[in-house]
């Protein structure tokens, strides 16, 4: 029975964290509720750092999940800018990094999300080499674009995926020379497969932005700290002025493996353990958001999703079942994209060699479709591109599970709520 003498501990203050804690307060729980996050901002939401805040066309307060007088209001105890280096299962208490602290928990959410990974290569020390993932790097790279912009400067992107894709469009609308480079043969090769990873390099290409596949980064050149260069493991150097490390990010489960917490093998991209009600393998720990591996039904693999809806739905789910309330974890992966004037949506999950065909219905040349993943009929994923109010029908034909026919699924002037059975 949940009641006012408990305390419920929540690590992590993004997007997962403090909706969990909005969700605990908003299904009726009147005990302590303790936010810790390691940043000094409040909560925020991480969509803009690449889109409309690196722009300028969003303000900064525009990115915080709740204003700052909501988390008094609601008697959330928050702790800015401050870590958790241990958890004690025993004791059933967490120590704060700085002095210490012992602060006890009946329950406790990890929602201590995902950190860049790093280039391992020489020069990566010097002033000039970015990540982006906290609203601190979003603010200096919004600068460092700008000024690039004006000084018809050279920014190397390293990573042709989401991340990397927006900043180099961001780039380019403020003026910036951009060459990315990427292992992989396209864009985005690792989600889309070859098919569609194509139609994003040609996207970027028409705005100027230069390409070099099938290549790494071996070294970042550069003089009184400042970049000069980038060279590549083919023998080319690159002109640069600024580097940004865009080559994913890795689940910050140092503190769950500490505390003895199953993790999930790296083949399923690592991250804590949960069970459907994003439990870990201690009953009293939960985790949510990027840092959480959960078993999904549907697609009979667990899986590590390190987007915005993940946390939107995670965090309320976590907090829902800290409560003891029934429910599943098994929201579908969906994410969105904006680069210069292509709008997208991505539901569902399919990596490469999971699936047979992929479906155009529409004018892939233009950037009007949707493209379908499809195995054995069954539809796996679908990406709707500059084509609106189609995710709750995409969705609808993933949860199914039922084949379609392929021409059906082509073909336009077929309603997709038609093809759901």
């Known amino acids: 029975m949940v009641d006012a003498d408990q305390t419920f501990v929540i690590v992590g203050g993004g997007l997962a964290g403090a909706k969990a804690a909005e969700t605990l307060r908003a299904e009726g729980f ?3 509720v303790i936010l810790i996050c390691d940043e000094r901002d409040h909560p925020y939401e991480r969509p803009p750092l690449s889109k409309g805040y690196l722009l300028g066309k969003e303000e900064r307060d ?12 609601n008697d959330i105890e928050l702790h800015l800018g401050q870590t958790v280096d241990a958890v004690d299962r025993y004791a059933k208490t967490v120590r704060f990094g700085d002095d210490g602290t012992l602060v006890h928990y009946d329950k406790l959410l990890l929602a201590t999300g995902a950190e860049p990974r790093r280039l391992d290569i020489p020069g990566t020390d010097l002033a000039g080499v970015h990540h982006l993932r906290r609203l601190a790097h979003a603010e200096r790279l919004k600068g460092v674009l700008g000024s690039l912009g004006r000084d018809n400067g050279h ?15 961001a780039a380019r609308e403020y003026g910036a020379e951009v060459t990315v480079i990427e292992p992989t043969p396209t864009p985005l090769h690792g989600v889309l497969g070859p098919e569609l990873g194509n139609v994003f390099g040609a996207l970027h290409r028409e705005h100027g932005v230069r390409f070099h596949f099938g290549v790494k980064l071996t070294e970042i050149v550069g003089q ?3 970049v000069l260069a980038a060279r590549t493991d083919d023998g080319e150097e690159h002109p640069a002025h600024a580097v940004l490390a865009a080559i ?24 804590i353990t949960v069970d459907s009600r994003l439990r870990t393998s201690d009953p009293d720990i939960y985790a949510a958001g990027d840092v959480a591996s959960f078993p999904h039904a549907l697609f009979d693999t667990r899986l590590r999703v390190e987007h ?25 992966p969906y994410f969105f994209s904006d680069q210069y004037d292509l709008g997208m949506e991505y ?3 399919a990596p490469p060699g999971s699936y047979d065909e992929v479906v155009i219905r529409g004018d892939a040349g233009k950037r009007e479709f949707i493209a379908f993943w499809v195995r054995e009929g069954k539809v796996l994923a679908g990406m709707n591109v500059n ?13 199914s599970g039922a084949a379609v026919d392929p021409e059906a699924l082509a073909d336009p002037h077929v309603p997709l709520d038609s093809l759901v059975p």
Do not use: C
Not at 266 to 271: I, K, V
Not at 321 to 330: I, N, Q, S, V, W
Not at 387 to 399: F, G, K, M
């Open 30 to 32: 009147s005990g302590r």
């Open 308 to 332: 915005w809806a993940n946390a939107l739905n995670g965090g309320p789910a976590a907090a829902r079942a800290m409560l003891g309330k029934d429910g599943t974890y098994d929201r579908l």
């Open 62 to 73: 525009k990115v915080f999940v709740h204003e700052p007088a909501w988390y008094a209001r």
């Open 387 to 399: 084509v609106w109010d189609v995710t709750e029908p995409i969705q609808a034909l993933i949860r």
């Open 347 to 349: 539901s569902g999950w």
């Open 248 to 271: 994913g990010a890795e689940p910050r489960t140092g503190l769950a493996k500490a505390a003895g917490l199953e993790l999930a093998e790296r083949a399923h991209g690592g991250g």
């Open 155 to 169: 920014l190397v992107i390293a990573g042709a995926g989401w991340i990397g894709l927006e900043v180099a469009a």
């Open 224 to 226: 009184d700290g400042m």
